[in-house]
Nanobody, 124 residues
């Protein structure tokens, strides 16, 4: 299983950005996929989660209203669209996949077996 993120970059305050995660192997549709982010000096936090092929999505309180997680099944890809970016959104954004992740523990790092290398988002 491999997860490859893309789409990060430098964005102005108030701008928008979409980061993407391609899920290879048989993980797509069989594991929950979650976006995490980690700012310098901070812990990694789960921001948005979904199980590809199912409708229910989950968001951290800090992400509600500005973040949207979605899938593109034909490309085995999970996107995270972020609107109205702020400087405190600056972080490395990671996607993760895990069989044990569910509605109760989706935000926990320990719920995931596979991680991508991350994509940097910088807001100034």
């Amino acid at each position: 299983v491999q997860l490859v993120e893309s789409g990060g970059g430098s964005v102005q305050n108030g701008g928008s950005l979409r980061v993407s995660c391609v899920v290879s192997g048989n993980a797509y549709g069989t594991k929950r996929v979650t976006w995490f982010r980690q700012a310098p000096g901070s812990e990694r936090e789960g921001v948005a989660s979904m199980y590809p092929g199912r409708d229910r999505t989950y968001y951290a309180d800090s992400a509600k209203g500005r973040f949207t997680i979605s899938e593109e099944p034909g490309k085995n890809t999970v996107h995270l669209q972020v609107y109205n970016l702020r400087p405190d959104d600056t972080a490395m954004y990671y996607c993760a996949a895990g069989s044990g992740a569910n509605s109760d523990n989706w935000f926990k790092i320990s719920s995931y077996d596979y991680w991508g290398q991350g994509t940097q988002v910088t807001v100034s």
